[in-house]
């Protein structure tokens, strides 16, 4: 098992950003995050590897950097140039052949 806690969302105007911030209980996963809109499913924003290998959604190439402090066990969302459309709950996820495991989620919204 392993708890993850996120923090960070908020309430951000069109081209603004924000950092999300997500400790895991212990290491040993690949981390990322996922986002889920009202009435859509959850969608892949980014993950990243125990080594650094990420990997992003279309939707946010170029506008999100997804980092990993090992020593905390805390992976980071920096979101700039925010949208309308990024507005969702932004979920942490820990991964490994072992489990798969879910945070509670940040709200995301994005709106003038």
């Known amino acids: 098992q392993v708890q993850l806690v996120e923090s960070g969302g908020g309430l951000v105007q069109p081209g603004g950003s924000l950092r999300l911030s997500c400790v895991a209980s212990r290491n040993g996963f690949r981390l990322g995050w996922y986002r889920q809109a009202p009435g859509k499913e959850r969608e892949l924003v980014a993950t990243?590897?125990?080594?650094?290998?990420?990997n992003y959604a279309d939707s946010v190439k170029g506008r999100c950097t997804i980092s990993r402090d090992n020593a905390k066990n805390t992976v980071y969302l920096q979101m700039n140039s925010l949208k309308p459309e990024d507005t969702a709950v932004y979920h942490c996820n820990a991964w490994n052949y072992g489990g798969d495991y879910w945070g509670q989620g940040t709200q995301v919204t994005v709106s003038s």
């Open positions: 990243i590897t125990i080594g650094g290998i990420t």
